[in-house]
């Protein structure tokens, strides 16, 4: 059975440092590309960026290049998104979703549960 | 890069026909993914490609694109349709980019 699963909520306060988490399973993780999506409350999805854990080629939003950074350890089947320095407006759900085929890029047919992050001072 | 429009929100009776739309240049290039996505749940994909469903997804469920506009019919709503709706597909403005639409919220009536 494919899953992801996500690390857990965070609570950090602006300025803080953060790397989330979500970990594949049941599939050939090098084999598929990876997105990260963001939901600011009350929201619609957006798309912040893909990475292929085979090779680590990531691409990003135009809105997101240069704010958060997409990686993954391929030994441990985990990619990952993180922040060197938050702000309130990351505030949002997170989730990572994975392709339907091994060539797929938009079509996601799996998603992770999300991770609620909630920068607040 | 592109940008994916939809009706902010759009309603049907119970059982009846609603088709729910999605325009942009990229869609003339690449099928929409459409998904739904129900309060405090992750999306779920309803249709992908010309128009497949997943394992699970009730035949109810179709889509179907024509020039830059993509649309997605449920036929015979049912009360657990009600949702949120987005499309989304490749940017194909030439960047290795996803796009998704602003969201469709749907009440059945």
């Known amino acids: 059975e494919v899953q992801l699963v996500q690390s857990g909520a965070e609570v950090k306060k602006p300025g803080e440092s953060l790397k989330i988490s979500c970990k594949g399973s049941?599939?050939?993780?090098?084999?598929?590309?990876i997105g990260w999506v963001r939901q600011m409350p009350g929201k619609g999805l957006e798309w912040m960026g893909i990475?292929?854990?085979?090779?680590?080629?990531?691409r990003y939003s135009p809105s997101f290049q240069g704010q958060v950074t997409i990686s993954a350890d391929k030994s441990i089947s985990t990619a990952y998104l993180q922040w060197s320095s938050l702000k309130a407006s990351d505030t949002a759900m997170y989730y990572c979703?994975?392709?339907?085929?091994?060539?797929?890029?938009?079509?996601?047919?799996?998603w992770g549960q999300g991770t609620l992050v909630t920068v607040s001072s | 890069s592109s940008e994916l429009t939809q009706d902010p929100a759009v309603s049907v009776a119970l059982g009846q026909t609603v088709r729910i739309t999605c325009q942009g240049d990229s869609l003339r290039s690449y099928y929409a993914s459409w998904y739904q996505q129900k309060p405090g749940q992750a999306p779920v994909l309803v249709i992908y490609g010309k128009n497949n469903r997943p394992s699970g997804i009730p035949d109810r469920f179709s889509g179907s694109s024509s020039g830059n506009t993509a649309s997605l019919t449920i036929t015979g709503a049912q009360a657990e349709d009600e949702a949120d709706y987005y499309c989304?597909?490749?940017?194909?403005?030439?960047?290795?980019?996803?796009?998704f639409g602003g969201g469709t919220k749907l009440t059945v009536l």
């Open positions: 979703a994975r392709p339907t085929a091994p060539r797929g890029y938009h079509e996601f047919d799996y």
């Open positions: 990475i292929y854990p085979g090779d680590s080629d990531t």
């Open positions: 989304n597909s490749r940017d194909s403005s030439g960047n290795p980019h996803v796009v």
């Open positions: 049941g599939y050939s993780f090098t084999s598929y590309w």
